[in-house]
DNA sequence: TTGTATGCGTTATCAT
DNA sequence: ATGATAACGCATACAA
């Protein structure tokens, strides 16, 4: 009893038991034992309130279990749920996940790919804007809503789907004459498939469609300049709107409250994410969900997937329609 | 050029530079060491993109350089602004951050508690509404917003003041009779402070006071027949409200739409926390703003601190004001 | 089947 | 000041 160890050590066990230090190990892997062995090594362990070392662990086999997760915050929503489900998928399978916060800043999706190095991860999960990423070759990567190149797998919702189903419930709901906004960036990501998709919905259900989409300087405030364009004594031309994220719809219904258009009376907004009010029940707008769990299983699956063959280069993954107070129905 | 290594070590590093392995290490750790072996080691180490293996060093330590968050989810956005901030923080001291979150389920908290234990985290900060969590007497613990114990410090906004600058705040803007609007756990916690606070205010301003606190089981609705009570032909008796979270803020304000109350030309509205809608730039609402990004500091400050003499038991930080549209101002 | 010895990448103690 | 060596906790190939 001279010194009390802090945190017991399989050799603390193999000497409660009474058995030799590979016999332990093997117990805790669950390898082929005598009984009576496994018993007594059972209850050591129970006695110790002993713990495998995964650091310890992971030094024997070269691994780290642990994967990075590069976003640019977790201040949106729909990052923060993705972060959430994502975290807790690596968990289920005994893996860590090292959270990097990038801002939307180039710079420091670089720094990060050092801090990577450092910690020796042994994947990459990676929702990045940075258009020229150097990334390493030999370690796994998959990407999120963005194709990054040859090997690379990237996960998304199924953004066209999105865009057409949009589209048709606005058809449904009434409306005739639709406007698709938009803030982009430059770079070309699955989300931009929602245009499309909404583009060829309209088509379809005969829906006229103005399209407004901001470049990467603009100040989202144009979006009401573009409004009162579009206005002939006090009645906006529009009845639907598509917004293409949200945040954008979010943004959208306080310039419509300013200008005393009603929402959904006077026109309609449909958004794209599934965004929560505090991550509660209600959405901030009818709204085309994706299934973040869903990305984040997908992700964490084909990360830790040993078989490099057998991995798709894209994976959509199924949206639905949700109805937010912002639509009729 | 046999076997490419596919992650160079200090011995790749030592052979490269053709030095012993223990200079190589003294060269990293900054150690002093000759100028000409220094420089051979740094060129070695930049030619192989040498990065120390942070987990063997753990190893040797006996540290993980890990710590865990625990904390109910990420989709409340002050959590997630919390997560963010302590990331960051432990990052800058090159820590990682074990994210842990509970879902306010009690089972969970245990659970993880377990998770940490085989994760060998270094220290815990915790945001915990369990009311009997057991933990390690052995491992550095920081509580935010509870005091759990006599040697774990606690770390919180200055809550007291907080609730205080809301009535002033409503006084100042011309409110006579103010409601405050909670809905509690029962635990006894720092934000408990804001009623009092806010009380105390009140009593100095001469504002009339009524307060309405949900309790547990309570849905928040029940705050839609606490107005209707205090209705006198289509008018609020309140001309001020301060509701403890901007999650309350955020519920009132729609219900008070749906009575066509209007805030703030009827009634203004305090919220507490300083949530951004989707981290952009404005408030959901006038609100006290919580200095999340000193409050994460100093939980891994206290945490990372050696002496443990040297922990206060309780910090308060102090809040600001911020208009957010639900006030006149 | 069980036990022993070696090595994973580092650091620290010791001779040199 | 520098280099060899042991030890950290664990897994495994090999010997008993």
């Known amino acids: 009893m001279r010194k009390k160890n802090p945190t017991p050590t399989m050799k603390d066990v193999a000497l409660e038991a009474g058995v030799a230090l590979g016999t332990v190990s093997k117990v805790i892997n669950g390898l082929p034992v005598g009984e009576a062995y496994r018993l007594r090594v059972e209850d050591a362990v129970k006695k110790l309130d002993y713990h495998v070392n995964s650091y310890a662990q992971g030094l024997k086999a070269s691994?780290?279990?642990?994967?990075?997760?590069?976003?640019?915050?977790?201040?949106?929503?729909f990052f923060a749920k993705l972060v959430h489900y994502i975290n807790t998928a690596l968990l289920k399978r005994r893996y860590r996940m090292l959270l990097c916060t990038t801002d939307y800043d180039s710079r420091m999706?670089?720094?990060y790919i050092t801090i990577t190095k450092q910690n020796k991860v042994d994947g990459i999960i990676g929702l990045t804007?940075?258009?020229n990423l150097h990334l390493e070759e030999t370690i796994p990567f998959v990407s999120i809503d963005r194709s990054i190149g040859p090997h690379i797998p990237c996960v998304a919702s199924d953004n066209f789907a999105g865009g057409q189903m949009a589209a048709e419930k606005l058809a449904d709901l009434g409306c005739k004459n639709v406007a698709f906004l938009r803030v982009g960036s430059s770079l070309d990501s699955e989300p931009n498939k929602r245009k499309a998709g909404f583009e060829n919905g309209c088509l379809a259900r005969?829906?006229?469609?103005?399209?407004?989409?901001?470049?990467?300087?603009?100040?989202?405030?144009?979006?009401?300049?573009?409004?009162?364009?579009?206005?002939?004594d006090g009645k906006l031309k529009f009845d639907g709107l598509f917004c293409v994220t949200d945040y954008i719809a979010y943004e959208v219904i306080k310039m419509l409250g300013k200008m005393d258009i009603r929402v959904p009376e006077d026109v309609q907004v449909i958004g794209f994410d599934g965004v929560q009010a505090f991550g509660s029940?209600?959405?901030?707008?009818?709204?085309?969900?994706?299934?973040?769990?869903?990305?984040?299983?997908?992700?964490?699956?084909?990360?830790?997937?040993?078989?490099?063959?057998?991995?798709?280069?894209?994976?959509?993954?199924?949206?639905?329609?949700?109805?937010?107070?912002?639509?009729?129905?």
Chains 1, 2 share one sequence.
């Open 63 to 77: 691994k780290t279990y642990t994967a990075a997760l590069l976003i640019p915050n977790t201040s949106n929503p």
């Open 109 to 111: 999706e670089q720094e």
């Open 129 to 131: 804007y940075n258009p």
């Open 206 to 232: 005969d829906l006229i469609l103005t399209e407004k989409i901001l470049h990467d300087g603009e100040p989202i405030s144009e979006f009401e300049d573009f409004f009162r364009k579009h206005l002939s």
């Open 281 to 329: 029940g209600d959405y901030f707008c009818s709204t085309i969900v994706q299934p973040v769990s869903d990305i984040a299983e997908m992700c964490v699956e084909l990360l830790l997937q040993e078989s490099m063959s057998t991995k798709p280069p894209l994976v959509c993954l199924p949206v639905t329609y949700a109805y937010g107070g912002t639509t009729k129905e």
